[in-house]
């Protein structure tokens, strides 16, 4: 999988209280009054269907119905498994909170991500693919609001679109990982997962599943000192530039703590699984660690699978155990 080089310092409006969303052209308030149910767009195709037919493939489907990329996703179907409805499986992109695209899930460069999208399509999951807000034009809690407004649009209209509301995981990879966590984990915060588009339903999820994530942004810089020997620090951080201000002092610290998947464990939190790289220096495997534990200790459900490689490595799509492992998780926590 590519990995993309870090782009240039985000330049963003400075946060009201802890935490808030900024935009660049054609940015959209992470809370603001953007089109509800009632406005948004009916699902685009990129080819058209009579009834019952299912359309293996609609992209760019507006989720807002604003009409920006932000807010747009791709959805494929399985073919030659009967109408559906199917179990649904949203992938949310990596690349530093700062690059990437819903494309990458289809395009043969990424030819580790084609193969598990494949993988899951075989196996009778459809897969969506949503767009979000990049730095330097944006700063949490926007791109996750991006995402769980993407999660409220596919379950709300499930019955047009030939999947099952009731059946949906959100998976990431990277940054993706993280967005992803935080949607999943937080579906009863309105703060963080905001009112963009579709309201009708919440962004609830049975599970998620994390490839080489962010999970604790208090605690990245000390895990890149202990596994590789350090980090870009403190606000030019990655995850410093996501919430605007220095992870590692005090004063922004409770960004940090609000902006991480580990602090909204939970007895009744979706089923997690987790894999990641021993040798990882971008996503240090103690991220993955914590999380699962703290999952585990609030009397969720986790798994974590932990190999000797770095991050974004091919071995997590293309290994045959790992693989079995993700179908396993997903038909146990989310198929049946």
């Not at 580790?112 to 979000?132: D, F, I």
């Not at 991220?287 to 703290?294: N, V």
């Not at 974590?304 to 997903?330: E, M």
Request: hydrophobic share 35%; with cysteine.
């Amino acid at each position: 999988m590519t990995w993309r080089a870090f782009m240039t310092i985000a330049t963003c409006v400075a946060m009201a209280g802890a935490l808030t969303a900024c935009g660049g052209s054609g940015s959209t308030p992470e809370t603001g009054s953007s089109p509800t149910a009632s406005s948004s767009a009916p699902p685009q195709t990129s080819q058209s269907a009579t009834a019952g037919e299912v359309v293996p493939e609609r992209l760019d489907i507006d989720t807002v119905g604003d009409g920006i990329t932000e807010h747009k996703v791709d959805l494929f179907l399985p073919k030659d498994q009967g109408p559906g409805p199917f179990p649904l499986v949203i992938w949310v992109h990596g690349g530093g909170w700062k690059g990437g695209d819903k494309s990458d899930i289809g395009r043969a460069e990424d030819i580790q991500m084609v193969q598990t999208k494949e993988l899951m399509l075989s196996r009778g999951y459809a897969v969506a693919a949503p767009n979000y807000h990049l730095l330097p034009d944006t700063r949490f809690p926007q791109p996750m609001q991006d995402v769980a407004a993407a999660v409220r649009y596919l379950k709300a209209h499930g019955g047009e679109l030939g999947i099952d509301p009731n059946r949906v995981a959100l998976m990431g990879d990277s940054a993706g990982a993280h967005l992803a966590a935080m949607t999943a984990l937080t579906p009863d915060r309105a703060d963080l997962q905001g009112t963009l588009g579709d309201t009708s339903t919440d962004a609830k999820v049975k599970a998620f599943v994390g490839y080489y994530g962010i999970y604790d942004l208090t605690a990245r810089t000390r895990d890149q000192k202990e596994i590789c020997g350090g980090g870009k620090p403190g606000a030019e951080s990655s995850h410093g530039r996501l919430i605007g201000t220095d992870p590692d002092v005090p004063a922004g610290h409770e960004a940090a703590k609000t902006a991480s998947p580990v602090t909204y464990a939970a007895a009744d939190s979706p089923a997690v699984l987790l894999f990641s790289g021993r040798e990882d220096c971008t996503a240090p495997y103690p991220q993955a660690e914590r999380f699962a534990k703290a999952v585990k200790d609030a009397g969720g459900t986790s798994e974590i699978t932990l190999i000797d490689t770095a991050h974004g490595d091919q071995q997590f799509f293309t290994d045959p155990a790992i693989q079995d492992q993700l179908i396993r998780f997903l038909d146990a926590h989310v198929k049946n």
